[in-house]
């Protein structure tokens, strides 16, 4: 189900967005028969970009901040799912401890989480702050400017022989990561058999790869794009994984370059199928790295980036320590956002809890200095819920739900996320620590 | 959860409701732990009145019409409720057949009963509606100011040895009664062993008996007081259960008087203990019978109409044929409404599906020989979900959730509706058909 907020889309809808509308209880089947076999991540956050000849997620977070951006009329539905993913994980739950960034939090950081914490107290537990940043000896508040101020506790191993995590007098029977572990799993959360600790460890930064999420990601729209009779690329970003590379070096600049071209080429294929007169645009990922969201239009401009990278001689020097070590390398088609907030770019966010669409935001993207800011999507007010096509064709008095194909392509990227975090899961036998 | 709808309440937070308010994750755990072992009914919709210095529900409906005075910006909570049920009852369900009351629907029902199709729709399912009016010998089709027509089609036992109910090329997997079976289950309802049939069959008015809903409920109300600190009556209202009787005898009448006379002093009591300085009403609850609904102020009001009355005698002649049998007898404390929408009367409406509250609204009282009117209740534009009290308490920005009351009173409703069809499950152990 997907809320109906009012987007900024205002043109007619065009035929993947009526395809989609028109099978409403076939798709919303469809997500019902994957979530039998699979679970969906507890939360997430996915920025979709509409290019309006297609639609594709560009990023799944697995820790999603910001929940203050969401509008305050779409709460219920957010709190509603926190207790459908409550009673099905530990019904008795009483308690659940939240664990958050390590380091000192910024403002937005905080709005987001006293946000998370309100949608978890209102469906009914305790939630407190159990931080583990070893940095954090004793307890701290931070004040908040509009609303009750978070306090921050260290997390510590409790119980007989410390098998449990929490806090003093705080005995939490889930545990709700929103850190992404960036260095790693830390020792204070290995071994906890006893709790729910969600999302999973292998959700962290240094186990998931780019390259498997999209792998699930493009399996799982074959399969949808079959069902409703779509090319699943009008619904999936392109991409080549070149794996563990430096760019550095000559095997990992040709690696790099071989996988971009092949893919421009692909591009260009399907731009020139569909009639689409634009250039295609190639966008490199590697979390860490200096060519981390590069974007490539002529595989020349990769060059000139690539011959003015260090070389891994003086990365070994210490003189250039973003490329000195291998990265996991994604080479991946940009889908453009063809929606605008004023004369601004603007990208959909849409959040999940359990499996279910519990909100979203545009992310109006910086322009030349100025900071990124978010624009909260309410409900739409004069409007319904999807209508049935004929509705929609008849011109009836109420308007299609423009949401819903976002709501539609977040969750895909949901169930990518789940797929994905089976084939890390270290208790499943399918273990696929080796994919690219 | 309860969405945070605008109310008619604007006075300060009275005792009780800042109580419940501050409760608010102890309450809701309470629910998660009540679900556990119960199974809410797949819908309600509870009348619900609020004196002022008590809140209590008026009527559980099992079989709840109006769906589409619900605001429309609340129906996400409907459907995500809706697939949350289905996700329990039948995951893989592709079909659900709606049974519609027997006779010709009038447009306020078939308006309700197309909001409903939209809801399970939404949620995944093609839904259409089979009639088990015997009447009904072919498709009929009614149109709708405002949407898409309403077919309802005759249903009959498909499959192999009849054993399913549905339609011609129609084999759901869940049968949806929007029929209170006045007259009973009918034989094409029985023995349906491969299919859902929600609500179940002993929710009919012929089977359930008020006496017991209230029983239940009052059980219930003490455990909730106890938990929260705060006595029952505050969310419960009296009640005497007379059984079945025929006043018209002198036996009946006495046993009326009797109940309704002790019930008076008890409520007395209670408003002397509280120092409520309006008289006590009574109202005597007893469904196909003349006295049904009347308001007892004085006993010697019940006096005077029990002596109009047709003897039994006559009735037994024909001549009166309202109170010509027993019927079940219930003297109920009458809770008055002390909210108004404008000058009127206005009562809230909660309504659920599975054990989610997903919206409300205000039932506005018929003045003189004008219609019931209902005002549909959005979302708080400006305002949060319940905040802790201490932000309340000090005045901050947010504004407490004046609708989490009556969403907690209706699921209490809810809980002692679950606890009415245990008590009445043919397949459970223990049937207690002869309770008052």
Redesign the interface.
């Known amino acids: 189900?997907?809320?109906?907020l009012i987007t900024a889309l205002a043109g007619p809808l065009n035929e993947l967005e009526q395809r989609i509308l028109d099978a409403?209880?076939?798709?919303?089947?469809w997500?019902?028969?994957e979530?039998?076999e699979h679970t969906p991540p507890i939360y997430t956050a996915v920025n979709i970009r509409n290019a309006g000849f297609k639609v594709a997620p560009v990023d799944t977070n697995l820790y999603p901040t910001g929940w203050h951006n969401l509008a305050?009329?779409?709460?219920?539905?957010a709190?509603?799912?926190?207790?459908?993913a409550?009673?099905k994980i530990c019904?008795?739950?009483?308690n659940l401890m939240i664990v958050p960034e390590n380091g000192t939090p910024g403002s937005f950081y905080l709005a987001g989480l006293a946000r998370l914490q309100?949608i978890f107290?209102?469906?009914?537990?305790?939630v407190r702050f159990g931080s583990i940043d070893p940095a954090l000896k004793k307890s701290v508040t931070y004040p908040l400017p509009?609303?009750?101020p978070v306090t921050f506790q260290p997390a510590q191993r409790i119980g007989p022989a410390a098998l449990r995590l929490g806090l003093e007098h705080f005995n939490p029977c889930t545990i709700l990561l929103n850190n992404a572990l960036a260095a790693g799993a830390p020792g204070i959360l290995e071994e906890l058999y006893e709790q729910y600790l969600l999302p999973p460890l292998q959700a962290g930064w240094t186990v998931r790869r780019m390259s498997r999420h999209y792998q699930c990601h493009e399996e799982i729209c074959k399969r949808f794009g079959k069902l409703l009779g779509i090319d699943p690329w009008l619904i999936h970003p392109l991409f080549a994984a070149c794996g563990q590379i430096d760019p550095g070096t000559p095997q990992g600049a040709a690696a790099l370059r071989e996988e971009t071209s092949g893919l421009l080429s692909k591009v260009r294929r399907k731009y020139k199928e569909y009639g689409i007169h634009e250039k295609p645009r190639i966008i490199i990922k590697a979390r860490g790295h200096s060519l981390h969201l590069t974007t490539v239009r002529d595989i020349k401009d990769l060059d000139i980036l690539l011959a003015q990278l260090p070389k891994n001689k003086e990365a070994a020097e210490g003189k250039a320590p973003l490329s000195a070590a291998p990265c996991d390398f994604l080479a991946q088609e940009s889908v453009a956002s063809a929606e605008r907030i004023g004369d601004t770019e603007a990208e959909p966010v849409v959040y999940t809890i359990d499996r279910?669409v519990v909100g979203g935001y545009y992310r109006v993207q910086a322009e030349a200095a100025e900071r990124t800011h978010y624009v909260p999507l309410?409900?739409a007010?004069?409007?319904?819920?999807?209508?049935?096509a004929?509705?929609t064709r008849d011109g009836?008095?109420?308007a299609p739900n423009r949401f819903y194909l976002y709501g539609v392509v977040g969750r895909l990227a949901l169930v990518a996320a789940s797929y994905e975090l089976e084939a890390t899961d270290p208790e499943m036998l399918t273990i696929d620590d080796d994919a690219p």
């Open positions: 189900m997907v809320p109906h409403t209880p076939v798709i919303e089947r997500f019902r028969l979530w039998m305050d009329d779409v709460l219920p539905l709190v509603q799912a926190a207790q459908a409550i009673e019904p008795e739950a009483r309100t107290r209102m469906a009914g537990l305790d509009d609303g009750l279910y309410a409900f007010g004069n409007a319904q819920l999807p209508p049935p004929r509705e009836g008095a109420t």
